[in-house]
């Protein structure tokens, strides 16, 4: 089965510091991979996607995630974060095929941003 | 373009009651879903559809009934409400693995 790991809750930063937030999926094939962010009271919105090729990928907002398969892992970064960016993030693993055509989400990270 | 409407955004019910929750897409995509999504726990996914008259059980179905009869609309019912279905609700439709979602609906019972 299909699994993301999230395991940062809660996540602080300053205004203009970087940013890191960490994935790490379990699947049994090549997967495609989602970052999605929620503001409060609000849907889904997504910041970027991995499905193959190159393995950094560029998203909105300034937003970059690296997959690395040797580490089952879909790290999503900032250089600088935005006051704007508070939020919650998610992770999400999916596919195509079979049971796979369903997206599996991590529990989130919560973004504060300090001014 | 609407993309992915879910009706209505709130709603309170009291214990043992039913309801329908809507959720409607314009984008021609085959791919439907119901999360519920509560704190510290993510989105966890109640059932999903693959197709016009086709429904799956998610990760948890249980309490809740679906309905496909059309492609553009995906209803989830709660036929006997409980307090621990006090959630919010989000349809998503998916093409080539990305997910639409709505806006969601705040459900509470008490």
């Known amino acids: 089965a299909q699994s993301v790991t999230q395991p940062d809750i809660h996540i602080t930063v300053s205004e203009g510091a970087s940013l890191e937030l960490r994935c790490n999926y379990s699947y049994g094939a090549t997967p495609y991979l989602f970052w999605y962010v929620q503001s409060p009271g609000q849907g889904l919105q997504l910041l970027l996607k991995?499905?193959?090729?190159?393995?950094l990928v560029q998203g909105i907002k300034g937003f970059e995630a690296e997959f690395k398969r040797s580490q089952s892992s879909f790290n999503l970064r900032k250089p600088s974060v935005h006051w704007s960016d508070a939020a919650e993030y998610f992770c999400?693993?999916?596919?195509?095929?079979?049971?796979?055509?369903?997206?599996?989400f991590g529990s989130g990270t919560q973004l504060t941003v300090l001014p | 373009n609407a993309g992915v409407t879910q009706t209505p955004k709130f709603r309170v019910l009291k214990t043992g009651q039913s309801m329908t929750l809507l959720c409607a897409q314009d984008?021609?995509?085959?791919?439907m879903y119901w999360y519920r999504q509560d704190p510290g726990m993510g989105l966890r996914l109640i059932h999903y559809s693959v197709g016009e008259g086709t429904t799956a059980k998610g990760e948890v179905p249980d309490g809740y009934n679906v309905s496909r009869l059309k492609k553009q609309n995906f209803l989830l019912g709660l036929e006997s409400a409980a307090p621990s279905q006090t959630s919010v609700y989000f349809c998503?439709?998916?093409?080539?693995?990305?997910?639409?979602f709505g806006q969601g609906t705040r459900l509470t019972v008490v």
């Open positions: 998503a439709s998916i093409a080539l693995g990305e997910a639409f």
């Open positions: 999400a693993v999916g596919g195509l095929s079979g049971s796979a055509r369903q997206l599996t």
């Open positions: 991995y499905f193959s090729g190159d393995t």
């Open positions: 984008m021609n995509h085959e791919y």
